[in-house]
């Protein structure tokens, strides 16, 4: 195996010419720190530019909303016309020093909308256990493509070095590829390429507005990991049809938010998740890929990384082109210097014993508070205690995303 230098440390050439300057990338999460307005906050532009000291080549920023009144989280960002340019462009100065790019993942949270702040809506009317949300009109589908290009300009004018388009998780669009979820029976609905039709509608629109020098790239789902779901099959028809579009990057991750679905973490044997599925993936587009999923120490990265020729932009028999890092970022900024210095190689995730509901996202995401407050060295608080915060702030920050787009009090 070749070494670090070689590896993880090597430049990334994508398609439309952007260069990464390693293969180290922090996944997306919903941070939450967000000002409840839709707007970048100090704290958050302090976790990204220390993300970005830490030596990382891309930083995708999780959750950022092309459409208020569809949020995952209150603390979520917008992009949109009432959107706080001058401070958007303070976050992606500061979250992209060093040559580290930065991205928005352009979501819409659709069925899983936070219910406090939304009336959501997915592909089709659903009523199961808690979930429950109307089903999209065809006009309102069709509205998407310009939805997300507006919100790709807006990324782009404001100093983003690039965008994520979320199809994964469970939310909006990934809820159009899944028969769970997506029961149209009209051109939206029924094949894999119906289903995935209004995403391939979206990546044309957004290019159309970015122009052909700019990195677009999607997450999906190798798996929702759901009787009724997203099969592996289905998701290799759709990588094959993504790799005719202008994409630039293919992330693949699985899982979903459905009520009741366990976790990928629960779901998994121990090790790299869905490494099986991107090389089947690899051999089937030429269009890179990054997986995100049970990376927990430099060992696991290089096996993705591992190749025997270095003289294209992508690796020769790699299953991944990109590492995708997410807990393990919160639990060491730094983790990218370290990585290629040889050092601090295995992380020590810390173990929960019959954690409370959202308790273990709630730890890491109040984590992701202590970062931006330079407090990491001091977190260690015990997951109720970190839920009972979660669950305040969103609670206040959803006071405010009513009052800032529901005036009318329509929710």
């Not at 009336?119 to 009109?137: R, V, W």
């Not at 939805?147 to 159009?176: D, M």
């Amino acid at each position: 195996m070749k070494n670090i230098d070689t590896l993880a440390n090597t430049p990334l050439t994508l398609p439309c010419g952007v260069v990464l300057k390693n293969r180290l990338a922090k996944s997306a999460m919903s941070d939450s720190l967000g000002d409840g307005k839709g707007n970048p906050t100090h704290l958050q532009m302090r976790l990204y530019e220390k993300w970005a000291q830490g030596g990382i080549g891309l930083s995708i920023i999780g959750e950022v909303q092309v459409d208020p009144r569809y949020p995952e989280k209150p603390g979520n960002l917008t992009l949109g016309p009432s959107s706080d340019k001058k401070g958007l462009i303070e976050l992606t100065k500061r979250a992209s020093i060093k040559g580290v790019h930065i991205w928005p993942q352009l979501g819409h949270a659709g069925a899983l909308s936070h219910a406090p702040i939304s009336q959501a809506k997915g592909p089709s009317a659903l009523n199961i256990e808690s979930l429950h949300c109307e089903g999209m009109t065809v006009e309102e589908i069709e509205e998407l493509p310009k939805v997300y290009a507006s919100a790709a300009s807006i990324a782009k004018e404001v100093g983003f070095t690039g965008v994520q388009i979320h199809a994964g998780h469970g939310f909006l669009l990934s809820q159009f590829l899944s028969p769970l979820f997506n029961l149209r029976k009209d051109k939206y609905g029924g094949s894999i390429e119906n289903r995935s039709h209004i995403i391939l509608t979206i990546i044309e629109a957004v290019r159309l507005v970015v122009g052909p020098n700019y990195p677009i790239s999607i997450k999906i789902n190798a798996s929702d990991l759901l009787e009724g779901g997203l099969t592996e099959t289905d998701a290799l028809a759709h990588i094959r049809l993504l790799d005719k579009t202008s994409l630039d990057l293919i992330e693949i991750s699985g899982g979903t938010y459905f009520p009741g679905a366990k976790s990928s973490s629960d779901s998994l044997s121990k090790g790299v998740y869905y490494k099986d599925f991107a090389k089947r993936a690899k051999a089937i587009t030429g269009i890179p890929l990054m997986l995100t999923g049970g990376v927990k120490n430099l060992t696991d990265a290089l096996s993705l990384l591992s190749g025997s020729s270095l003289s294209n932009s992508s690796f020769s028999g790699n299953d991944a082109d990109l590492v995708g890092l997410a807990r393990a970022m919160v639990l060491n900024p730094n983790l990218a210097n370290d990585w290629f210095e040889n050092i601090n190689q295995v992380l020590d995730f810390p173990r929960f014993d019959s954690p409370p509901k959202e308790g273990i996202t709630a730890w890491y995401t109040m984590r992701m508070n202590a970062i931006a407050l330079d407090k990491e060295n001091d977190f260690s608080p015990s997951l109720t205690l970190a839920l009972d915060k979660y669950l305040k702030r969103d609670e206040e920050r959803s006071f405010t995303w009513k009052q800032e787009f529901y005036k009318d009090d329509s929710i």
